[in-house]
């Protein structure tokens, strides 16, 4: 029963999401506006938001970083854990899809805490580790193109200090990453990202079958 993860049903996943998820009501009304997209399933999972909120109340955390917004769930679940001197520096290229997050960022009073950066990802990373901003983050959450994740770790090492936090977004790719019949170029990624954490002494290392897989690498001293 208990030495090995449940696998999660239908009536499993309901119960979870519908009794065993408290969510607030700004996150709820923006997962539901970005329910209406054809890219809803690119948001995180509301079970997910809670374990993040958790998170980073649990570690204190002022400043982080958000590689992939989309319609902005996660950053905004991120923004409210923070305290009211946090800060989120927030990277992405869809001015489209970060115009509904900004909405709500608005709505929920916590849009002072975010720095939406409308580039390339790795450029905003490293334009901040050149200006001297390496060891000054608590937290970074992954969630961008797949392709990216082994570059944008490397950055968030860099830029957080010892203790801190990186959690990376769908690092079990529906299962595909056990499959070694399927090759694309995204789930071969996330399998090589897998395996080059794995051996990475540079970090404590944590698995989770969390919705669609979420790693939390801890930097060690
Ligand atoms: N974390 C978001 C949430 O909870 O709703 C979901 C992020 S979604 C899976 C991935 C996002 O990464 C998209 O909004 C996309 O525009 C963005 N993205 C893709 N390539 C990128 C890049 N090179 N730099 C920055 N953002 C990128
Ligand atoms: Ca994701």
Not at 33 to 58: H, K, V, Y
Request: glycine residues 6%; charged residues 25%.
């Amino acid at each position: 029963m208990s030495r090995k993860t449940l696998t999660m049903d239908d009536r499993l996943g309901a119960y979870l999401c519908g009794f065993g998820v408290r969510e607030p009501d700004i996150a709820r009304a923006l997962r539901e506006e970005t329910a209406r997209l054809p890219e809803a399933n690119m948001q995180i999972a509301p079970e997910q938001g809670q374990f993040l909120d958790f998170l980073i109340r649990s570690l204190g955390v002022r400043r982080s970083l958000e590689i992939g917004v989309y319609t902005g769930y996660s950053a905004l679940i991120t923004a409210l854990a923070l305290p009211e001197n946090g800060e989120l520096v927030a990277c992405d290229i869809s001015a489209e899809w970060t115009a509904i997050a900004r909405r709500y960022w608005q709505q929920a009073d916590v849009a002072d805490r975010i720095r939406l950066h409308l580039r390339p990802a790795l450029e905003t990373l490293h334009a901040l580790i050149d200006a001297g901003e390496s060891g000054r983050f608590d937290f970074a959450f992954i969630d961008a193109d797949k392709t990216g994740y082994a570059a944008y770790f490397e950055a968030c090492l860099k830029l957080l200090r010892p203790g801190g936090v990186i959690a990376v977004d769908n690092t079990l790719w529906s299962g595909h990453v056990a499959d070694p019949a399927i090759t694309d170029e995204d789930t071969v990624a996330l399998r090589a990202f897998n395996a080059a954490r794995r051996s990475d002494e540079r970090i404590d290392l944590c698995l989770l079958p969390v919705a669609d897989g979420l790693s939390l690498a801890r930097k060690r001293a």
